[in-house]
Each structure stands twice: as C-alpha cells, then as structure tokens.
T-cell receptor
Framework: DSGVTQTPKHLITATGQRVTLRCSPR?????VYWYQQSLDQGLQFLIQ???????AKGNILERFSAQQFPDLHSELNLSSLELGDSALYFC?????????FGPGTRLTVL | AQSVAQPEDQVNVAEGNPLTVKCTYS??????LFWYVQYPNRGLQFLLK??????LVKGSYGFEAEFNKSQTSFHLKKPSALVSDSALYFC????????????????FGKGTKLSVKP
C-alpha cells in the first residue's frame, strides 16, 4: 500500500458526461501528479500541483482540469467525455524525488 | 526532450534464471531514473531509483539496476527470477534540475511485460 488513495475505483459513464476523480496524497506530501494510462498512449503525465498551485502541465486536454485543495487532496475533472477518454487514471504524490502511485481509477466511457 | 525506451515488449525467463529488463533514456541534463512494477489491475509500485552515487542501485524484492552514463542505460536485473515477478515493468526518467518540489513529472517507457515460467 503506497498510502495514496483514489476514488472511485471504477467509473462507467456515457459520452458527453462529466466526472470527477479524487486523490488523497500520502500524509505530508505536497506534490500531486495525475497520469493517464491507455493501451495506445501508454503512461502520460497530465498535470502537477504543488501545495495548491499548478506547477506543470503535460498532455492534458482542455476538457480536463484539476485542482488541489488546502488539505492537499486533489480532484481531476473530465468533461464532455469521449470514447477515447476511457483509460486508467493514476495520481501520485511525492515530497522528494520518488513518486508513489495510487491504485488508479478505471474510467469507461460508453 | 526527455524520452525513455524499453526495446522489448516482453521478456520470458525460466524461474531461477537471471533476468534483465532493458531501458535507455535521453535527457538534456543529469537524469533521475526509476523503475516501477505494475501487477494486473493494480497501481504502479516503486522498485528503485538512481539519483547519484553508486551506479549499482539495489531495490525492493531483490531487484537491482545499473546506471551506465556512457550508454545512457538503466537496465533492471535480478539474479534469480520468481514466478511472482511476472508483471509489467516501467522505466521512467526526469531531469535532476527539476527536483525540489517544482516540475518533476516522470517520463515513462512503454513498459516491458515480464513472464517467468516455472
């Protein structure tokens, strides 16, 4: 157990809908990262927050957004969902150089 | 631009034999290198990392990796494979200069499926 929690574990929704994925980092970790894992794209970095502020952006679509709250938990919002958004979404947290990953949320868009 | 290559989609090894999973990287500065393992329907588990110092890094579950700067490689090794080692292995890199709580996202390879047969 990495200490990073993600909810929900599974999410099934329809095209055009909006969903929110939640991540609680390890106690004391200030950085939260979001990654998307899909069969065709592999593991791709989406966005990083550090102590409530956006710090880096990767291949994140404009339909996606995220935030980190004062208690350091983070939410990833995915809107206007498309079939291609079906993937495993991971969050990771770190205080040093090592990122520890949560179990992921599997999103299925029908 | 940073990149990681894992040249083998799959590695097959007999139980008890040594295993090697290959990784090469490209970064403009000094690299921080990582290996993660993913079991089916699970998240990524951290195995080991190279930051600086000794080129041979030891990690969890008997795994080790050797950093080779001239060959820009960071191959994962284990002297004696177990059936339970069968999983998907990812190599990742980030630039050392981004360390310190600022930008520090990882660039992952495509993964190598390790299959250990009894």
């Amino acid at each position: 157990d990495s200490g990073v929690t993600q909810t929900p574990k599974h999410l099934i929704t329809a095209t055009g809908q909006r969903v929110t994925l939640r991540c609680s980092p390890r106690s004391g970790d200030l950085s939260v990262y979001w990654y998307q894992q899909s069969l065709d794209q592999g593991l791709q970095f989406l966005i990083q927050y550090y102590n409530g502020e956006e710090r880096a952006k990767g291949n994140i679509l404009e339909r996606f957004s995220a935030q980190q709250f004062p208690d350091l938990h983070s939410e990833l919002n995915l809107s206007s969902l498309e079939l291609g958004d079906s993937a495993l979404y991971f969050c990771a947290s770190s205080v040093g150089s090592t990122q520890y990953f949560g179990p992921g949320t599997r999103l299925t868009v029908l | 631009a940073q990149s990681v290559a894992q040249p083998e989609d799959q590695v097959n090894v007999a139980e008890g034999n040594p295993l090697t999973v290959k990784c090469t990287y490209s970064v403009s500065g000094n690299p921080y290198l990582f290996w993660y393992v993913q079991y089916p329907n699970r998240g990524l588990q951290f195995l080991l990392k190279y930051i600086t110092g000794d080129n041979l890094v030891k990690g969890s579950y008997g795994f080790e990796a050797e950093f080779n700067k001239s060959q820009t490689s960071f191959h994962l090794k284990k002297p004696s494979a177990l059936v339970s080692d069968s999983a998907l292995y990812f190599c990742a890199v980030r630039e050392a200069e981004n360390y310190g709580g600022s930008q520090g996202n990882l660039i992952f390879g495509k993964g190598t499926k390790l299959s250990v047969k009894p």
